[in-house]
């Protein structure tokens, strides 16, 4: 081609080029429902939806990289009150079409989510690697992933989540062949079907990797006419778990590892973290499983460099529960990266003897800051 001619051609082009940029949809202002809402929006779009209770189930994502929000995510009214409830009919969010990290659910509340014959009763990620971020899930029920399932392949980023009542093998989260991490969440109240070979009613992973930080794993139960195993961490079929500055707090299961069950061929290793409360066997290891804790506050006792046996003081204070109480031994007495937020403002006692060193449980370390969003 003539270069006189070349030059106009793209010349052309760039003028008729026309910019693209992410539109806010609004739910309900622009579309009634969410499901509409997603089924208009594009790439870099995000749906933005208000307060109310939206009956909708089974949301397909159909592969976008889209946002879909409440209005105010670091509100807890503002969450609380922005529900999607699936009123038994199904599930919440089905990601299956490769939905990657630029996919976020974010500051939403799913309740009544109910999957009879799969997994994931709220939200399914298969082949997925979605952001879920500061939601809540209360009430939903599945074979496996009561509150969410992630397999296949899915490396989901699960982040300051709440999972409340839900029911299932994992009654909050349930993996296969995935590698997730959850960071800064509440486990609490989950619990299992009432049949056997249902475990982990806090997270159950199989085959998977999974990072879990800065989490609290409270009065989750398995239990049930028959023995089942993992009140708050179920490990199975080498599968490769951290665990890090977590609290694990007065957790059940009826077969044993009312705290941690490690599988066969599962690695597990367990540091800064505090686990009180339990009753039964706390902690169950199968042949062939491996568990490694250190720097840990642990009820009864556990080899491992760092590790103690005193109760670890707990307080409430401004909406958080399970805090360390001024004069706590597990104050300062964790390993690794400072503490990202020192407590002070908690108060001057507690000033006078915290320092930056990490403390033990879910508000030490570096990532404590999680828990200021």
Same mark, same amino acid.
């Given at each position: 081609?003539?270069?006189?001619?070349?030059?106009?051609?793209?010349?052309?082009?760039?003028?008729?080029?026309?910019?693209?940029?992410?539109?806010?949809?609004?739910? +309900?202002?622009?579309?009634?429902? $969410?499901?509409?809402?997603?089924?208009?929006?594009?790439?870099?779009?995000?749906?933005?939806?208000?307060?109310?209770?939206?009956?909708?189930?089974?949301?397909?994502?159909?592969?976008?990289?889209?946002?879909?929000?409440?209005?105010?995510?670091?509100?807890?009214?503002?969450?609380?009150?922005?529900?999607?409830?699936?009123?038994?009919?199904?599930?919440?969010?089905?990601?299956?079409?490769?939905?990657? +990290?630029?996919?976020?659910?974010?500051?939403?509340?799913?309740?009544?989510?109910?999957?009879?014959?799969?997994?994931?009763?709220?939200?399914?990620?298969?082949?997925?690697? #979605?952001?879920?971020?500061?939601?809540?899930?209360?009430?939903? @029920?599945?074979?496996?992933?009561?509150?969410?399932?992630?397999?296949?392949?899915?490396?989901?980023?699960?982040?300051?989540?709440?999972?409340?009542?839900?029911?299932?093998?994992?009654?909050?989260?349930?993996?296969?062949?995935?590698?997730?991490?959850?960071?800064?969440?509440?486990?609490?109240?989950?619990?299992?079907?009432?049949?056997?070979?249902?475990?982990?009613?806090?997270?159950?992973?199989?085959?998977?990797?999974?990072? $879990?930080?800065?989490?609290?794993?409270?009065?989750?139960?398995?239990?049930? +006419?028959?023995?089942?195993?993992?009140?708050? $961490?179920?490990?199975?079929?080498?599968?490769?778990?951290?665990?890090?500055?977590?609290?694990?707090?007065?957790?059940?299961?009826?077969?044993?590892?009312?705290?941690?069950?490690?599988?066969?061929?599962?690695?597990?290793?367990?540091?800064?973290?505090?686990?009180?409360?339990?009753?039964?066997?706390?902690?169950?290891? @199968?042949?062939?499983?491996?568990?490694?804790?250190?720097?840990? @506050?642990?009820? &009864?006792?556990?080899? &491992?460099?760092?590790?103690?046996?005193?109760? #670890?003081?707990?307080?409430?204070?401004?909406?958080?529960?399970?805090?360390?109480? +001024?004069?706590?031994?597990?104050?300062?007495?964790?390993?690794?990266?400072?503490?990202?937020?020192?407590?002070?403002?908690?108060?001057?006692?507690?000033?006078?003897?915290?320092? #930056?060193?990490?403390?033990?449980?879910?508000?030490?370390?570096?990532?404590?800051?999680?828990?200021?969003?």
């Amino acid at each position: 081609m003539n270069k006189r001619y070349l030059v106009v051609a793209l010349a052309l082009t760039a003028l008729c080029a026309v910019p693209t940029f992410a539109s806010t949809i609004l739910v +309900p202002d622009d579309f009634s429902t $969410i499901g509409e809402a997603i089924g208009a929006a594009v790439d870099g779009d995000e749906v933005v939806v208000s307060p109310g209770i939206y009956n909708e189930h089974d949301l397909d994502l159909q592969g976008k990289a889209i946002i879909i929000r409440s209005t105010a995510p670091g509100d807890d009214a503002t969450v609380n009150g922005t529900i999607i409830d699936a009123q038994g009919l199904g599930r919440h969010f089905h990601l299956y079409n490769g939905e990657g +990290p630029s996919t976020r659910i974010v500051g939403l509340t799913l309740r009544n989510g109910f999957i009879d014959t799969d997994m994931g009763g709220a939200i399914c990620c298969d082949g997925a690697s #979605p952001v879920i971020d500061r939601c809540v899930f209360e009430s939903n @029920d599945a074979p496996a992933g009561g509150g969410i399932a992630c397999i296949n392949g899915s490396q989901a980023y699960i982040i300051g989540c709440v999972l409340d009542g839900n029911i299932g093998t994992g009654a909050g989260v349930h993996t296969t062949d995935a590698d997730i991490t959850v960071q800064n969440c509440i486990f609490k109240h989950g619990r299992v079907h009432s049949d056997s070979g249902n475990d982990g009613a806090g997270i159950h992973i199989v085959s998977s990797t999974a990072t $879990i930080a800065n989490s609290i794993f409270a009065f989750n139960r398995a239990e049930a +006419p028959y023995s089942n195993w993992g009140g708050a $961490i179920d490990s199975r079929a080498g599968s490769i778990v951290r665990v890090d500055h977590c609290t694990l707090y007065n957790n059940y299961a009826d077969n044993g590892g009312s705290a941690l069950n490690v599988g066969s061929s599962s690695v597990v290793t367990v540091q800064n973290s505090i686990i009180w409360g339990h009753s039964g066997n706390v902690i169950n290891i @199968d042949a062939g499983g491996t568990l490694a804790i250190t720097y840990t @506050d642990i009820q &009864g006792g556990y080899a &491992g460099e760092g590790n103690i046996d005193v109760s #670890p003081n707990f307080t409430s204070a401004m909406g958080l529960h399970l805090l360390l109480a +001024p004069g706590s031994p597990c104050i300062d007495a964790g390993t690794g990266p400072v503490d990202g937020w020192d407590w002070c403002w908690f108060s001057h006692a507690y000033c006078q003897q915290n320092t #930056p060193a990490p403390d033990m449980g879910a508000y030490g370390g570096t990532e404590n800051l999680g828990w200021m969003r």
